[in-house]
């Protein structure tokens, strides 16, 4: 078979099938199209204004790297007249981060754009290093940490620079893992948000005014009123990024985060990229998905008839999102495992609560059990006593039509009062400031905050550095 | 246990935590229970969901006609099983019932014994009215044919379509993949058994999925693109086909429901059609609704609070408010075409992919 031409010019061979609808292409075809893809999705979305001040998160990995290779390339052909800088957060991960680190500073050297380091270090006084020491591997997953402090820290390293907007490099692969893991969790606010390409604060409230954290290190007397964070590489593929990369002999550092993910993302990972391989456009049509529920999502930001982006608000922990590539995940299943615990919980409270409601059918059922079962009929009425004791405590129904007898009373109406807890509207996300750290927060204790006092509470007076990673 | 904090009135954890007179049998969730309980609660589970059909929802003389599509699988028998329970305490209540069940069985033509199963079925539920249908029914159901003839067209020439063999099987060797395969039979099941229920003026239509069957669907629509249909599609009394759709089974787990079949007496086993493995599993062969059963077949046994609130959370989405008069709808799917189908195009997004999995241009 002769090799294929490139589809677009004709004449170079074809070096390159894109994963996203199977076009063959030269390499600088591919080069100009991925570029033209990416200043599509600014475009289109109105990501920039002209001059206006961006701060690029760069990490060292490819993401992060191609995003900055490929602003810089299209600021300068459009003339957009950006003011790009790269602001990398050291979370104080030895042998990850220290290395990804310098990769971050040859490419400040090769792009020429300013690079400024935010460290959790310095910020919080706790490393992750530190962290992951203290909590251990296992239990609440080191992403917890690492997310909720990454985005204070990105957050307050853009306030620090006199930036209102930070680009990430999340890409497709990332925003379909997202969705995918959002419906794992059943979480529907992140499902409302996690696909728009824009996310941003409010404005017009301030941060960083009140104290700052007891710790060692502050950051102190920023005030900011709204960083917008957006995701220009949304639509394109890890692996296109990766070839990207590639094609431009980009530098960049390779290796995955050591410490564990969630083990929701994890999961969902693992079926995003089976998915690609059954059918590669499914990470598109994943992304598409996303979109389109987000504007089912009840009371979402997002709302629906909009066909402008709008920028949706975030919260803590959207920063973890394909933060950390790890999938060398040594507690997996701990976060998965909690939350059936949590879920089994509800649903067990549910059921001492409804099944109550439905009065026929259980009677149904032990009147044509009886014939067949040799099942005592006095363990049948006990159940049907203890049933109906139970509804008379909490809901008004009119007496039913089935055969009461002396209510007892069992372990199941203890349970019941779990329901009242459950009944409870959730409280409404009103943001304020952290009392603490003056953060934006909808709790009158930030997350990083709340992090930090467990960790301070635990961290032994002496402050002897503890070694390895125990417990 | 030392140390443990006992509840107040002990529960005797060798018996059935809800009768606490059997052995258990079997753990539901995080109980164990013996057979009769489980029974009970497989029961209770799906006649929950047919609360709208209840004799007093029916006028006297009057029974609702429900359409129940029988796979023949276990799913689909242990609805009908307890749904003809069901029906015969109505009966023996109220000297009446409040729906009467229409059955049908489609035959894909592609798991042998299934003619034979089918009238089995038919002699140990008899109160029930029962017929069967060809799935290549569906290709000469109306707007069909013109929607697939440009990929009967693909076809080589010198292999004319019909005749020697079946229009079915020569319509999906055109189709780019598997999935577009499972796909399209998907569709075209639907679109016969909508089209059976409306033709028999049947009220509703009666689906078996389990709760993690619609945790697989939740998760293959969204990978196909199809997202926004989910809660009109999977949402109990939502009729995005023209009818109501209900999934009585929606509360329960696939294994739950399989370990009923044999609890069952006379055991259900021998009724139900079981799914040929599949050869060779390769990537190539493996279809999105494959991936996704296996997922879930894992999710489900560590973790099957997780797969039900999968269910539960799509379901909390907003059916998309349709403006009937002027939308438009695929025309093989059904899925209102605006925002999810390019300009003049017939056919949604998820069904350009099922014809051609890349996007022209
Ligand atoms: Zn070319
Ligand atoms: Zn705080
Ligand atoms: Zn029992
Ligand atoms: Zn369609």
């Keep these: 078979m002769p090799p294929h031409l490139c589809q677009l010019c004709h004449t170079s061979r074809a070096q390159i099938l894109r994963p996203k609808n199977h076009a063959r292409l030269c390499a600088p075809c591919f080069i100009s199209t991925f570029e033209i893809e990416i200043a599509s999705t600014i475009t289109t979305s109105h990501l920039f204004h002209p001059g206006e001040r961006i701060a690029i998160g760069a990490s060292g990995g490819k993401d992060s790297t191609v995003l900055a290779s490929v602003l810089q390339t299209l600021n300068e052909r459009h003339g957009w007249g950006l003011d790009l800088v790269l602001l990398s957060i050291d979370e104080g991960i030895t042998g990850y981060r220290d290395h990804s680190l310098e990769a971050v500073k040859r490419n400040s050297a090769e792009l020429g754009l300013p690079l400024s380091i935010v460290s959790y270090e310095e910020l919080y006084g706790w490393s992750m290093d530190q962290v992951v020491a203290q909590v251990g591997r296992g239990g609440k997953g080191n992403c917890t940490y690492c997310g909720v402090f990454r985005r204070q820290a990105l957050d307050r390293g853009a306030a620090g620079l006199g930036v209102r907007h930070v680009v990430t490099g999340h890409n497709a692969d990332d925003v379909a893992e997202t969705v995918v893991m ?55 593929y890890e692996k296109e990024i990766v070839l990207y990369a590639h094609h431009k002999k980009l530098d960049y550092f390779s290796t995955e985060c050591i410490y564990s993910p969630e083990a929701f993302r994890g999961s969902a990972r693992t079926l995003i990229k089976n998915l690609e391989r059954i059918r590669p456009e499914s990470i598109m049509d994943v992304v598409r998905s996303g979109i389109d529920m987000a504007k089912l999502v009840p009371n979402a930001e997002g709302g629906p008839g909009s066909g402008k982006p709008e920028a949706v608000q975030r919260d803590a922990g959207e920063d973890a999102e394909g933060g950390c590539g790890g999938s060398n995940g040594e507690d997996a299943g701990g976060e998965m495992a909690q939350m059936e615990r949590k879920l089994q919980q509800d649903e067990q409270a549910e059921e001492d609560g409804t099944e109550t409601e439905i009065k026929i059918p259980t009677k149904a059922v032990n009147g044509q059990r009886h014939d067949r079962d040799t099942q005592t009929s006095a363990t049948a009425a006990a159940l049907t006593s203890n049933v109906n004791g139970q509804d008379h405590d909490r809901h008004t129904h009119p007496p039913s039509n089935t055969t009461t007898t002396v209510p007892i009373r069992t372990k199941q109406e203890k349970k019941s009062n779990r329901k009242a807890t459950r009944d409870t509207p959730p409280p409404k996300q009103r943001l304020g400031q952290c009392e603490r750290c003056g953060y934006l927060s909808s709790q009158a204790v930030c997350k990083a905050c709340m992090l930090l006092e467990g960790l301070n509470k635990a961290r032994p007076r002496t402050g002897i550095e503890v070694g390895g990673a125990g417990g | 246990m030392p140390g443990r904090r006992q509840p107040p009135a002990a529960v005797d954890t060798t018996l059935c935590r809800r009768c606490q007179a059997n052995a258990p049998t079997i753990t539901v969730r995080t109980e164990p229970l013996c057979s009769a309980c489980f029974a009970k609660y497989v029961s209770t589970k799906i006649i929950k969901r047919m609360e709208s059909f209840r004799v007093r929802h029916a006028e006297a003389g009057k029974e609702r006609l429900l359409l129940l599509p029988l796979s023949l699988g276990p799913c689909s028998m242990v609805l009908l099983h307890i749904l003809s329970q069901h029906l015969s305490v109505q009966a023996e209540k109220s000297g009446r019932t409040g729906y009467r069940l229409l059955a049908l069985f489609i035959d894909d033509g592609a798991r042998e014994g299934s003619a034979a199963l089918f009238e089995r079925v038919k002699e140990r539920y008899p109160m029930h009215t029962y017929f069967n249908l060809p799935l290549s029914d569906a290709l000469s159901l109306e707007g069909v044919p013109e929607l697939l003839s440009p990929l009967n067209q693909a076809t080589p020439p010198n292999n004319p379509p019909s005749t020697t063999t079946d229009p079915l099987s020569t319509l999906l060797s055109t189709l780019p993949s598997a999935t577009s395969r499972a796909d399209l039979l998907h569709i075209l099941l639907r679109k016969l058994v909508v089209h059976a229920a409306q033709h028999h003026a049947c009220e509703a239509v009666l689906w078996a999925d389990s709760t993690t069957r619609l945790a697989e669907r ?27 759709f209900y999934y009585p089974m929606r509360d329960l787990l696939r294994k739950e429901i399989i370990s009923f079949t044999s609890l069952v007496e006379p055991g259900l086993d021998e009724m139900i059609l079981r799914d040929v493995p599949k050869a060779a599993v390769s990537t190539k062969n493996t279809t999105i609704d494959d991936l996704m059963k296996q997922y879930f077949a894992s999710v489900e046994r560590e973790f099957p609070s997780i797969v039900a609130n999968v269910v539960r959370t799509t379901g909390k989405l907003k059916v998309p408010a349709l403006r009937e008069e002027v939308e438009e709808h695929c025309e093989l799917c059904d899925a209102p075409l605006r925002g999810h189908a390019p300009e003049r195009s017939r056919l949604c997004y998820g069904c350009i992919r099922i014809l051609r999995q890349a996007p022209a241009g």
């Design chain 1, 182 to 236: 959002n419906l794992l969790r059943g979480d529907l606010p992140r499902l409302g948000r996690g696909t728009s390409v824009v996310t941003s604060m409010p404005s017009a409230v301030g941060m960083g005014t009140g104290k700052e954290w007891e710790g060692k290190g502050r950051v102190g007397e920023v005030a900011c009123t709204s960083v917008k964070r957006s995701k220009p590489l949304m639509w394109a």
């Design chain 2, 218 to 244: 939740t998760l293959a629509e969204t990978a196909k693109g199809r997202g926004f249909t989910l809660p009109s599609s999977i949402g109990d009394g939502e009729a995005p086909h023209g009818l109501p």
